[in-house]
Antibody, heavy 114, light 107 residues
């Protein structure tokens, strides 16, 4: 059974930083493109970032303007999202997915507020 | 970037109705499209992949069609458990993009 377990969400002040993690099991992690998807309260789904199997190629939503960095550690079957210069509009539930989002974690909540 | 225009944004329907939701891509995406269902407070669930393939375990009343720029999710006979919000996702190219969602409510 595929399991994606996100962690690292927290309440942070505007301008702050946070690092999210996603531990994967039940899949050959190194064989899959991985993604982060977020959902602001009461809003729709927004694709945030993706990373190739090796980690050598990364992709981001235009709205992030270089504030987020995705990475992976295939030796630990773990995906990361480093989030800097956080804004109120980054408040959301952040999900880890793989491939065409065939499976999702339960999400980790990021709240940006003073 | 590819824009996904999903319609309608909301609809009311009755149990037993045939429901059709459409996603239009701003450029061709072949069949690189998936459909998801999300119920309140729950994680999205993939229903359809590769535009037309039914995810294992998903009832056969759900079907997907289309290729290129026009895609459709059809629920042949709406059931009480189908009241939810539905999203399409294009994964043909990065950045991947979701449609805006369709909320299916009880009439």
């Amino acid at each position: 059974e595929v399991q994606l377990l996100e962690s690292g969400g927290d309440l942070v002040q505007p301008g702050g930083s946070l690092r999210l993690s996603c531990a994967a099991s039940g899949i050959t992690f190194s064989s899959h493109v991985m993604n982060w998807v977020r959902q602001a309260p009461g809003k729709g789904l927004e694709w945030v970032s993706g990373i190739s199997t090796s980690g050598g190629t990364t992709y981001y939503a235009d709205s992030l303007k270089g504030r987020f960095t995705i990475s992976r550690d295939n030796s630990k079957d773990t995906l990361y999202l480093q989030m800097n210069s956080l804004r109120a509009e980054d408040t959301a539930l952040y999900y880890c997915t793989y491939g065409d989002s065939k499976a999702w974690g339960q999400g980790t909540l990021v709240t940006v507020s003073s | 970037d590819i824009q996904m225009t999903q319609s309608p944004s909301a609809m009311s329907a009755s149990v037993g109705d045939r429901v059709t939701i459409t996603c239009r891509a701003s450029q061709g995406i072949s069949n690189h499209l998936a459909w998801f269902q999300q119920k309140p407070g729950k994680v999205p669930k993939r229903l359809i992949y590769a535009a037309t393939d039914l995810q294992s375990g998903v009832p056969s009343r759900f079907s997907g069609s289309g290729s290129g720029t026009e895609f459709t999710l059809t629920i042949s006979s709406l059931q009480p458990e189908d009241f939810a919000t539905y999203y399409c996702l294009q994964h043909n190219s990065y950045p991947q993009t979701f449609g805006g969602g369709t909320k299916v409510e009880i009439k």
